[in-house]
């Protein structure tokens, strides 16, 4: 039984995003100290690119609703060999966006699925790490590494990384934001890979560190105000942001407002991947409520479920996402790149209905700042 309630949590996770069913609780314990520091947080707010490399980014630049873009990048690529960083790719997006006049916000990949559809998926962290001692999980349906973010091995390193990726582009005005987001969405793992394997939860739970530890509610708790607070240590001239998500291995574990409280006390950026046109419709949900109280301390930044359009997620169209972030009063929006471009003049596939809606998030969310 408990088998199929953590599978049925997998597949119900993502429906779960922005529906308002989080129930609240008291905010108060919060360090009041925070409100201060709210004036510094100087955000612009406005639209951002969700890059792509499989689409054109020179169209997506020449677009004026966009403030700039979101460029992902896997560790297992900028860092093959320990210590030797390859930011080619990095610096290139970062020129070409920034001599635009357009600001560049990175996020590592940490953990993955090899159901996405590139190889690099099934192996998001280097190899060299597991000859270091840093233990990892491996699942032979997805044939996926899927690193153990608590390992001390796998932490340690991963966090010289953020210091690397800040001491390269951390003084740079147009850097937006960094992710200081642990896991997959604050989620030890990715829950799809539950989809073709329906013991890959327990088999995960089961496994162990290089300090013999398995996972275990109090041990990701840890993990996740260590690593946000660290983050936030280095990037203290840096906005940084954490993607919410239940955060959970198992159906009773919901730390969506833990964590988010983590976020907000650390003064970083609170979001959750999932806005569509139908998100916060009810000013009574317990999410709502929770991005509304977060907001008068830190900026929100939401990111879309999938493109507009999709059908399996029922996204809507883009002009119901900007008035979902409108409604939810996000200072920034991930916008996905195919959308963009569809609202981009020269782009093959041009429609003015896009245009009309990025210019009207444009104006709603950037504008108004």
């Known amino acids: 039984m408990m088998r199929i309630s953590i599978f049925l949590f997998c597949l119900l996770i993502s429906s779960a995003s922005c529906s308002g069913s989080t129930t609240i609780k008291d905010t108060s314990a919060i360090d009041s100290e ?42 297992s690529e900028v860092e093959r060999e320990k210590g030797e960083y390859d930011w080619s790719e990095v610096d290139k997006f970062f020129k070409n966006w920034t001599s635009a006049g357009k600001k560049v916000g990175i996020r590592v990949i940490w953990i993955s699925t090899g159901l996405w559809p590139h190889e690099v998926a099934r192996h998001p962290a280097p190899e060299w790490l597991w000859k270091d001692g840093a233990k990892y999980h491996y699942d032979e349906k997805t044939k996926t590494e899927i690193p153990l973010f608590w390992d001390p091995i796998y932490n340690e390193h991963a966090l010289r990384l953020m210091r690397a990726i800040y001491d390269r582009y951390g003084k740079d005005p147009n850097f937006l934001f960094v992710s200081s987001t642990p ?14 394997n329906p013991n890959f939860f327990e088999e995960f739970a089961q496994t162990k560190d290089s300090q013999g530890r398995a996972y275990s509610p109090e041990l990701w708790q840890k993990t996740v105000k260590e690593w946000i607070f660290a983050v936030s240590a280095i990037y203290k001239e840096v906005l940084a942001f954490v993607s919410l998500n239940r955060g959970g291995l198992s159906p009773k574990e919901d730390y969506f407002q833990l964590f988010g409280e983590y976020a907000v006390e650390a ?17 009574n949900g317990g999410r709502y409520k929770l991005f509304k109280e977060w907001k008068k301390k830190v900026p929100v930044f939401q990111e879309m479920a999938l493109a507009s359009g999709n059908e399996e997620r029922q996204v809507g169209t883009l002009m119901g996402v900007m008035e979902a972030a409108v409604r939810i009063d996000t200072d920034y929006l991930n916008v996905y790149a195919i959308d963009v471009l569809k609202g981009t003049k020269g782009y093959k596939d041009y429609d003015p209905t896009y245009e009309e809606a ?12």
């Not at 003064?267 to 000013?283: D, E, F, P, R, T």
């Not at 990025?358 to 700042?369: A, S």
């Open 34 to 75: 925070i409100a201060e520091k709210e004036s510094e947080n100087v955000v612009n707010g406005g639209l951002v690119y969700f890059a792509n490399s499989k689409l054109p980014d020179d169209i997506a630049i020449q677009n004026p609703y966009i403030m700039g873009a979101l460029y992902t990048i896997y560790w």
């Open 267 to 283: 003064n970083a950026i609170v979001g959750q991947n999932g806005i569509k046109a139908s998100s916060y419709l009810n000013a």
């Open 183 to 196: 896991g997959y969405e604050t989620f030890p793992c990715h829950p799809r890979t539950a989809e073709v």
């Open 358 to 369: 990025l210019k009207f998030g444009y104006e709603k969310l950037q504008l108004k700042k």
